[in-house]
T-cell receptor
Framework: GESVGLHLPTLSVQEGDNSIINCAYS??????FIWYKQESGKGPQFIID?????DKRQGQRVTVLLNKTVKHLSLQIAATQPGDSAVYFC???????????FGAGTRLTVKP | DGGITQSPKYLFRKEGQNVTLSCEQN?????MYWYRQDPGQGLRLIYY???????QKGDIAEGYSVSREKKESFPLTVTSAQKNPTAFYLC??????????????FGEGSRLTVL
């Protein structure tokens, strides 16, 4: 079956350090991936996306890396801030272009 | 403002009752989605629709029903057949891939509690 999952359920980092959140997927047909941030009691917010024809994409303080060979993607957050504390989800499309599946999430805690 | 609106934010239901959650968007998006989120877990896809009058089952469609009579609206009915309906329900919309980016725009969620 298809699944999108995460390696670690929690991650704690010191303010100012870089954070790396990992995600694995199983569907070889997945060609589009998104990282979302969710704060408690709210809907997820888009962070960054990447298509399978790329292996790296950068945003403001964030970088997504995609390794199609091992079906793995990661989200790197530079100079992590207290406001980055949230649950982070990766999502990827299934066999259809528009059916996005989500992983279980990683809770990032930033220590001052 | 453009956005996606879910209502109600909180809903309580007695066992055996059906309940309908509303989702409206004014982003002119063709695709709409319903996800369920349980505590400490990710989002699981219930149903999605890519065009008016058409929708597809996701991974956990049993006990749920949807309709897509208008582009702007995608209501979700949680039926009495859903064995464990207490959860946080999230609606989303997007443009259609691959011609467009597939970024999902989410509502603020509806928290359903069955008493």
């Amino acid at each position: 079956g298809e699944s999108v999952g995460l390696h670690l359920p929690t991650l704690s980092v010191q303010e100012g350090d870089n954070s790396i959140i990992n995600c694995a997927y199983s569907n070889s047909a997945s060609d589009y991936f998104i990282w979302y941030k969710q704060e408690s009691g709210k809907g997820p917010q888009f962070i960054i996306d990447i298509r399978s024809n790329m292996d790296k994409r950068q945003g403001q303080r964030v970088t997504v890396l995609l390794n199609k060979t091992v079906k793995h993607l990661s989200l790197q957050i530079a100079a992590t801030q207290p406001g980055d504390s949230a649950v982070y989800f990766c999502a990827g499309n299934g066999y259809n272009n528009n059916d996005m599946r989500f992983g279980a999430g990683t809770r990032l805690t930033v220590k001052p | 403002d453009g956005g996606i609106t879910q209502s109600p934010k909180y809903l309580f239901r007695k066992e055996g009752q059906n309940v309908t959650l509303s989702c409206e968007q004014n982003l002119n998006h063709d695709a709409m989605y319903w996800y369920r989120q349980d505590p400490g877990q990710g989002l699981r896809l219930i149903y999605y629709s890519q065009i008016v009058n058409d929708f597809q089952k996701g991974d956990i469609a049993e006990g749920y029903s949807v309709s897509r009579e208008k582009k702007e609206s995608f209501p979700l009915t949680v039926t009495s057949a859903q064995k464990n309906p207490t959860a946080f329900y999230l609606c989303a919309s997007s443009l259609i891939r691959p011609a467009n980016t597939g970024e999902l725009f989410f509502g603020e969620g509806s928290r359903l509690t069955v008493l």
